[in-house]
């Protein structure tokens, strides 16, 4: 039997942001006991995932393994880390380990799937441990853009393992844990083996904000407007729901929810014992009855999702309420890359309707809820690893962030999805890839990203889809073929109906066919499409997708 | 007769940037005489125009009037000025006015789509005129980011309107005219009844850069570098590619040139005349020779086009040329918004090629060729017109130029495609709004943007799409109906196969069918759909798009 060994294993999340899965397992090969941290979705677009409906990591690697995998950590409630749960979660059946918030959210996102809440448990925060085989987990505060996250700090036989999930060096971060650099020194003393670290600011050149630098500014920008004010960030960044409304309060107005993301977030909050000091909200309803320069909007959808409350907004009414010349609408959040023309779709609609959009482009209404390049060379300095494994991030900012260990001596590797690293000696060692595949929920069922459905459906989206008819007796046409056509046009550049011309060339083929074609579906078939790509080649420009259906009497 | 009036009336352009298409008239109302000033596209995107070559602005109005339309003028020769030219040019037929080196690109697009480049004539710059019934139309030299761009300074009987194309005030543009504030200050002496203005960067609150800052920059860079150096730009930034040229040769490197649209520019210079001292380059066989540290490529795509020569070099080797550990990748570009996800995707790949890549996040490397906020303040105030009307920009950038204007006394309209404005009074007012559609390229047709056709593309990408066959004879179903799919899963939540349960459901309904429903195409079409979407939507959650095609034997 081989050595025991400590492998990192991401399945998602590194090379991309997004869709987080990691394994870790200690053991002798192919006899490891595992853990897995996170299970987060990305999201679709129309480029390369029309229709889907969420993108989360392959786990059929470790669904094979699941009499040896131990139990599921969740490091916070964002989507990227969480979403996949209930999803996935029917596949590997073991615990889950989360902190309140987290596990609140965690059970309902059960509970609507129709599965059991009670394999989530609640974990306090760090000293507080849990054991799941070989391994001891505990959830250490950091702060982001969501109560309660947690890095994980994972003691194994090899040694301790810093996981930072996501994470910024606050020191007052308004609604949960500020950065506590004394806890961290702490659970460094004795020596930690590897940091695996959020990556995703390390671009980044100036060391991070803290969410409560922006409050004053927010309230003299609210103070100052003459109609309503309206402000969106992400639903589940709580600390700046709580910052814009206080900014709110103090400017005087009358704070309103709208957005079911929202309502559920702040629920939550309030229902875990977070947000216990959140100011009073008013109702849709009751709004009406406030003067609109008392009134301040809180809305879900930053990103410009087409049907949150938002997007709403720069229709039309939403819950009754509709902004006018004179109001005004602060984005306080970032732009995702991908999601621009959404969001720019969004304000020129404001802008039609007379409504001042402000958004972030001067750093003065949002910080980011990840760590920075200096922040992460700080935090390197307080872990003092052996090695640093950098995840949560794209290939350029895994580069990039073990570069910058490298500067400070610190070894490290870039370790995308599917790489499994040993980091059992001094530095990590890269021993196998697997195929780290992406599985998409599609209407009701999972597909796999490589079953070519997708793939169809984008290449109809690009070329159209033409329908042949032919019908057989005895190996002798019986009529014409014929043919119907979706998203292509009527005519073309002849003049003729596009699908006149398909039919004389089919039909023509048709007639003129020797026995073995016309015997055989397959020849038929193959030919038919031929046509019928040439034909619309010549017509339109175009080669479309063609169904071929063949009947044949008997 | 009513009284004549002068109209400005944009198809193009206002309330997006893209597909620039500007009316204006001269005369009583329904028998003015026209021209219009450029013809461009705007390019396609998966999300809203799958399949879709280009987009460019819908002219059946301008089509309508072509016996009253005098004369296309076109500003310069960006794609979203001059793109759609070829391909309208024949709904128009009327002369087209530019200066040399757009009308010889001009040219080329006229003989690539089998039109007389006759057509295109060449005019010299301000103070010579063209005559074109009631208006009297100059090229007034600006600086932008392509050579020979203009503002026309349009002498009508109601006075004289400058329309100022894409520009910017560099007083040393490197390539092209500098911003010659005399002789605006000259054309605007007598008097200016309107300033039709770029908005493009109405929002950047510092005055603009001139080409001329960011060589030396560049020159540093390169020289710093240990392996080859790569950079992308716009191929038509002719002005920039001659910049990046130099700083190489400065450096010591040997220019190669990649990608057939960067080849056709510095081409059409060179033989304009325009491009009379660009380092020599080397063609991509001779750099095999020459060692890395002495090569400098010029790549075409810096907004990450597919098939470009930056996004060959990303995936592997372009014409023997091949990015390696220790290359550098800089792009001496801006991205615009919507191309992030396809740059990036080339960022990252050229991380795993352990290319590092530079890009403008710091503005060292590329300025604008929009005029800036305080640029157009200065503009507004040089030309002093009785009125402002903003164009080239989104409603946003529309409306904060109005903005601008109104905060120094000078009257303006946000006047969005198909507005209407008569500029004959005191101040703009809107007389009219026309339907402004958008025509399509889609493979070799011109399609409606209403059509129908994409859109039910896009629904297939969404859904997929499922052909139903059914045959009868003398209204009786011959055999049972059967099912085709393209982009959906096989089986569905049941475990069975998706189209067996489709195929049954249907069964049961044709031969259970009555005489009515039977002998009734519509009919059976009708619920047939009904059924396989809602089969569909039991198994899969999704409604698929249906085609079905019914067989009447006889």
């Known amino acids: 039997m081989s050595e025991s060994r400590l492998i990192y294993l991401p399945l998602g999340g590194a090379g991309e942001i997004g869709m987080n899965a990691y394994v870790y397992s200690v053991g002798p090969e192919d006899d490891e006991r595992l853990i897995v941290v996170d299970l987060g979705v990305t999201f679709p677009d129309m480029d390369g995932t029309p229709g ?4 989360m990591a392959d786990v059929a690697w470790l669904a094979e393994r699941r009499d040896r995998l131990e139990a599921i950590f969740i490091t916070h409630a964002h989507e990227d880390h969480i979403g996949a749960l209930a ?12 902190r309140a918030f987290t596990a609140h959210l965690g059970r309902m996102k059960m509970e609507e799937a129709g599965l059991d809440p009670e394999e989530i448990r609640t974990v306090s925060a760090w000293p507080e441990t849990v054991k799941a085989g070989p391994f001891t987990v505990g959830f250490a505060p950091v702060s982001h853009s969501i109560p309660e996250s947690s890095g994980l700090v994972i003691d194994t036989p090899h040694g301790r393992i810093v996981h930072t999930g996501d994470f ?4 007052s971060p308004g609604v949960g844990e500020p950065y506590d650099e004394a806890m961290w020194t702490e659970i460094a003393r004795d020596g930690v083996q590897a940091l695996v670290c959020d990556s995703t600011n390390v671009f980044s050149p100036l060391p991070g904000r803290s969410e409560s630098e922006i409050g004053p500014g927010i309230e003299e920008l609210i103070a100052a407007q003459p109609g309503l004010v309206a402000a969106t960030t992400f639903a589940s960044n709580i600390a700046r729901l709580k910052t814009l409304a206080e900014a709110g309060q103090r400017a005087g107005r009358s704070i309103v929810l709208l957005g079911r993301a929202m309502r559920r977030m702040v629920t939550a909050g ?6 216990a000091d959140f100011p009073k909200v008013v109702s849709p309803e009751d709004a009406a009855d406030i003067p609109r320069d008392h009134l301040m909007l809180l809305t879900s959808g930053s990103q410009g999702e087409h049907r949150a409350a938002t997007a709403q907004l720069s229709r039309g009414k939403y819950l009754g309420i509709e902004l006018k010349e004179g109001d005004t609408f602060l984005f306080s959040s970032k732009t995702i890359p991908g999601n621009e023309k959404s969001v720019i779709r969004i304000v020129n609609a404001f ?12 750093g003065a209404y949002h910080v980011s809820g990840h760590a920075n390049g200096p922040d992460l060379e700080r935090f390197h300095g307080v872990i003092r690893p052996r090695m640093l494994i950098p995840m949560h991030g794209e290939h350029r900012h895994l580069r990039a962030h073990v570069r910058l260990g490298e500067a400070s001596g610190l070894p490290g590797v870039i370790a995308p999805n599917g790489t499994m690293v040993d980091l059992t000696g001094d530095r990590p060692r890269v021993v196998e890839h697997i195929e780290a595949g992406r599985t998409y929920k599609d209407g009701s069922i999972l597909i796999g990203a490589f079953d070519g459905i997708v793939r169809d459906r984008i290449r109809m989206a690009l070329n159209g889809h ?7 007796e005895e190996d002798e046409p019986v009529g014409d073929p014929w043919c119907e056509v979706v998203g292509l046009p009527e005519t073309g550049v002849t003049g003729a109906p596009l699908v006149d011309v398909m039919e004389e060339d089919l039909s023509q083929f048709l007639h003129r066919a020797d026995r073995k074609t016309l015997i055989s579906d397959d020849k038929l078939d193959d030919a038919m499409r031929r046509i019928v790509r040439k034909t619309a080649s010549d017509e339109i420009g175009k080669k479309p997708e063609v169904t071929v259906v063949i009947s044949r009497l008997s």
């Open 87 to 98: 999803q996935l979660w029917p596949k590997l059946r073991v615990p889950v380990y989360a």
């Open 270 to 275: 309030i229902e875990t014992g977070i947000l």
């Open 168 to 171: 910024k060096l606050d020191l």
């Open 351 to 362: 802008s039609e309707m007379g409504v001042d959009v402000v958004d972030d482009s001067g």
């Open 466 to 472: 033409v329908t042949v008819t032919a019908i057989l």
């Open 52 to 55: 889907v409906d969420l993108i």
